[in-house]
């Protein structure tokens, strides 16, 4: 079986930009997190996604924002970019349903500059 | 006080030591308890999931939950130059999924 993928693996943006980062959860699994992971703060959570409804959000800033599509598929946005946001991001994917058993994916690493 | 602490290390040992690694959660109402292993550049890999207190075994790594001093272990037996990673605690919240993670650990096996 597949793992989780994300897309793209590595992003350089300018400060005031915005970037779409995409995850395709195991084949199966409905619900998919999203975590920032950084040097300082470790890994965050930023918000979780079943059957296309966001069902729980981390303490960011509104310009962090996501949505997952009928096929389980998610994106997350982040809206004018600062030099903070630069981490790397983790997608998570489970099977819900009593199993907390969560799997990440390789991560899209972010730099802004 | 944080929910969950880790010891970040670094922590070296030679090949083939026995090697322990810990975490502190706060919240009583925890039940189910990971550890997660992260190579460098990687995303976090499920190494252990355990339930409520006691000791899971697979292969050389045992899970070890205490609930009644919130401490929760992973120990690794002859330790391998390829265990060199960073190692994560996490917990899910009471009646959610999502994970509180400990700073992790970054351990350095030594040939």
């Known amino acids: 079986k597949a793992g989780v993928t994300q897309t793209p693996r590595y992003l350089i943006k300018t400060r005031g930009q915005q970037v779409t980062l995409s995850c395709s959860p195991i084949?199966?699994?409905?619900?998919v997190s999203w975590y920032q992971q950084t040097p300082g703060q470790g890994l965050q959570f930023l918000f979780e996604?079943?059957?296309?409804?966001?069902?729980n959000k981390g303490n960011f800033p509104g310009r962090f924002s996501g949505r997952q599509f009928s096929n389980s598929r998610s994106e997350m946005n982040v809206s004018t970019l600062e030099l903070g946001d630069s981490a790397l991001y983790l997608c998570?994917?489970?099977?819900?349903?009593?199993?907390?058993?969560?799997?990440f994916g390789p991560g899209t690493r972010l730099t802004v500059t | 006080q944080k929910e969950v602490e880790q010891d970040p290390g670094p922590l070296s040992v030679p090949e083939g030591a026995i090697v322990s690694l810990n975490c502190t959660y706060s919240n009583s109402a925890f039940q189910y308890f990971m550890w997660y292993r992260q190579y460098s550049r990687k995303g976090p890999e499920l190494l252990m999931y355990t339930y409520s207190s006691g000791n899971k075994e697979d292969g050389r790594f045992t899970a070890q939950v205490d609930k009644s001093s919130k401490y929760i272990s992973l120990f690794i037996r002859d330790s391998q130059p390829s265990d060199s990673a960073t190692y994560l605690c996490?917990?899910?919240?009471?009646?959610?999924?999502?994970?509180?993670f400990g700073k992790g650990t970054k351990l350095s096996v030594i040939p």
């Open positions: 084949s199966g699994h409905r619900s």
């Open positions: 996490a917990v899910p919240g009471a009646g959610s999924y999502q994970l509180t």
């Open positions: 996604y079943f059957s296309e409804t966001q069902r």
């Open positions: 998570a994917s489970y099977l819900d349903g009593g199993s907390y058993e969560q799997y």
